[in-house]
């Protein structure tokens, strides 16, 4: 499986942007997809999950700013984000998760959102 993430650059604040992330390679009837970010010396954080069921999640902080969505027949998710500031410039990355008796994980190469005047 392989997952191309797109659409990062730069955005100035209270600007939107729109990321969305590519999987293809031999996908499961069922899998997640979601969105970490990460900035230099902290740990990746979770942003949003979505399911290809339709089932969505965020995480607390990012609820309300960023929408996450998703389209199964592309095998495309997307991250849709609003008001940024600059404390949300990080490198984000895409991921989808499958399997039954044992979870198989795949990562994006990540892709830089900066949020700067």
Not at 6 to 30: R, Y
Not at 90 to 111: N, S
Request: hydrophobic share 30%; proline share 3%.
């Amino acid at each position: 499986v392989q997952l191309v993430e797109s659409g990062g650059g730069l955005v100035q604040p209270g600007g939107t942007l729109s990321v969305s992330c590519v999987a293809s390679g031999s996908l499961f009837n069922f899998y997640s997809m979601g969105w970490y970010r990460q900035v230099p010396g902290k740990q990746r954080e979770l942003v949003a999950t979505w399911s290809n069921d339709g089932h969505t999640q965020y995480a607390e902080s990012m609820e309300g700013r960023f929408t996450v969505s998703g389209d199964n027949a592309k095998s495309t998710i997307y991250l849709q984000m609003n008001n940024l500031k600059p404390e949300h410039t990080a490198v984000y990355y895409c991921y989808l998760r499958q399997g039954y008796l044992e979870t198989y994980e795949y990562w994006g190469q990540g892709t830089q959102v900066t949020v700067s005047s």
